[in-house]
């Protein structure tokens, strides 16, 4: 139970809004008549639909604005003049644990009409239904490629012939660019899958390398990620060019965090990264010097050590 658990918390971290939701959208036109809606809502088994001009989401109707529709003494109006108008939606980059805290929220939506970032255009919707199919699929996937996975990094390391065997991995990180967002993690991820590290140091080096990438993107202009695998641990250094940390000690801290609004409407920012991070380290420094940047070590031991850190 414990892997499942912890296996999902990362694959919500892992994956976009793109990832899990229906693409294939029922939809209806503004200056379509209110009179049609009874029947697209009964053929299609659904509880409302959005209202999309030129592939771009004006609004929403519903059941509800049928029923009172049915109730009052107007005369057939379209649909444009009964819909729902700036309705709520969510971006197709978004992380699927942010759609999860929008539609847990009390205001009680059940599903979101999926935008994209660039072009506003309606690309899908989500529900939680979808988002349990899609982290079960997701799952399933990853399971089978454990069980095919065929070599072990010690079998590596005990082929080669060398006093000191080291395997490096280089990654860059943009600051700001949150198409790319994760994507190094995701990339180093399947890397050490193949080198046949064990399951339970992967989980804990992508949750660590996935917060540290997402501090690098959402803090400063650029950074890298360099990861050094030796038989008895895995090294992960991320360095960054930007404003650094001014109090690392608050920064620490859970909930603190310095990001702006319109990082947090993204579903980011939320002041976990560097906990989350020490969590999943057996040791953990920061360098930092303000306006310059920030230099994080990350060491995760893949044998039992009997040091005092």
Known sequence: MDFQLVKTRELLLELSISDVMCSQVVTIAPDAAMSTLREVLRDYGISGAPVVEDDRLVGIVST??????????????????????????????????????????????????????????????????????????????EYKEEEVRQFRASHIFEDIAADDKEIYLFYDIVGKDFDR??????????????????????????????????NVVIHADQGTMKYRIKPDEIVLEVSDRGPGIEDVEKAMQTGFTTSEDW??????????????????ADKMEIRSDPGVGVTLTIRIWTEDRHETE
């Open 64 to 141: 509800e604005d049928l029923i009172r529709w049915l109730a009052g003494d107007d005369d057939d109006c379209s649909i444009g003049e009964r819909m729902t108008t700036d309705p709520e939606y969510l971006f197709a980059d978004q992380s699927v644990a942010y759609a999860i805290k929008r539609l847990e929220d009390p205001e009680g939506y059940g599903r979101f009409p999926v935008v994209d970032r660039h072009s506003k255009k309606l690309v899908g919707i989500i529900t939680k239904g979808d988002i349990i199919g899609g982290v079960l699929l997701k799952l399933e996937q």
């Open 181 to 214: 967002a994760g994507k190094a993690s995701t990339r180093m991820k399947k890397n050490l899958k193949r080198l046949g590290i064990r399951p339970d140091i992967i989980r804990r080096l992508s949750i660590a390398s996935y917060e540290a990438e997402m």
């Open 263 to 280: 990082v947090k409407e993204m579903g980011f920012g939320a002041g976990m990264g560097l906990s989350n991070i020490k969590n999943c």
